[in-house]
């Protein structure tokens, strides 16, 4: 081959990826400002707290991550309004969990449904025994979909330091999810820790959980994939705390996520 030929394969595979990347951008609808406005800087400066406390290298990362998400990923209203402080709330979220593989893309996952309130297994967001606040659709069209409520969400941010926030909550289930199941055992940790001594953890502290001796959402004590989404709410809104009262899990997490957040702490 000539070096030509060789050029021009290399700008036409360069031209073809390009073509994809744009389709994909294409694809959640929603025109995303080329340089990141400032009002969003601000707002996530104020919002989230995991943005707050990045450097500025990371921030613009961060940010670059949150313009690719929301290029993809379509987000849309069910009888509510969706303004760009709940988009980019929704993919803070995203973001938070995968923000250290900078590969990483949510395949299962087309599209994020905000209702007006809690809702029902049904999707029904009037009923009286609506409880829901977020939750990985499940069967047909819906396993591509995440869905919540948006006052829960808005609350999840809202409220920095209760160890709760539905949105990273939900994408830590699509995080499991990706190797194709949600069971609370996602692929990373098969390769950073051993799965066994995982287990034993979740069944030690699940115990203490049931028995009220524990200060982590007993909600986590349902199943190992809820035990993982309530305690990497609680790694990511309290890190330095979730060190100090739980050292063994902070370990585990800080080696799935990456990320060692409370890295100045002792
Ligand atoms: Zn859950």
């Not at 001594?197 to 199943?223: F, H, Q």
């Amino acid at each position: 081959m000539t070096t030509f030929t060789i050029l021009f394969a290399i700008s036409l595979i360069a031209l073809i990826g390009r073509f994809i990347y744009n389709s994909k951008v294409k694809k959640s609808g929603y025109k995303v400002p080329e340089v990141f406005p400032e009002d969003w800087r601000f707002f996530l400066e104020q919002e989230v707290q995991f943005y707050a406390n990045l450097n500025p290298e990371e921030k613009l990362l961060f940010e670059s991550d949150i313009q690719h998400f929301l290029g993809t990923i379509r987000i849309t209203g069910v009888k509510t309004p969706v303004n760009d402080e709940d988009r980019l709330l929704v993919a803070s979220s995203a973001v938070i969990p995968i923000f250290r593989f900078p590969e990483w893309e949510y395949k299962t996952l087309y599209e994020v449904l905000l209702y007006p309130d809690l809702f029902t297994e049904e999707y029904d967001f009037k009923s009286k025994d609506r409880t829901i606040s977020g939750m990985v659709g499940d069967g047909g069209v819906m396993s591509h979909v995440v869905l919540f409520s948006k006052p829960a969400l808005r609350m999840g941010f809202d409220i920095k330091n209760d160890k709760h926030n539905v949105g990273i909550h939900e994408f830590v289930h699509l995080f499991d999810k990706q190797d194709g199941s949600v069971d609370g055992i996602p692929s990373v940790i098969m390769q950073h820790q051993a799965v066994l001594p995982w287990l034993n953890l979740i069944s030690k502290n699940t115990a203490e959980m049931i028995v009220g001796k524990s200060d982590i959402n007993v909600y986590g004590a349902t199943n190992p994939q809820e035990f993982l989404a309530v305690t990497s709410e609680y790694f990511f809104e309290r890190p330095e705390l979730f060190k100090e009262k739980h050292p063994e899990l902070y370990e585990v997490l800080s080696s799935v996520f990456q990320n060692d957040l409370a890295k100045n702490i002792d």
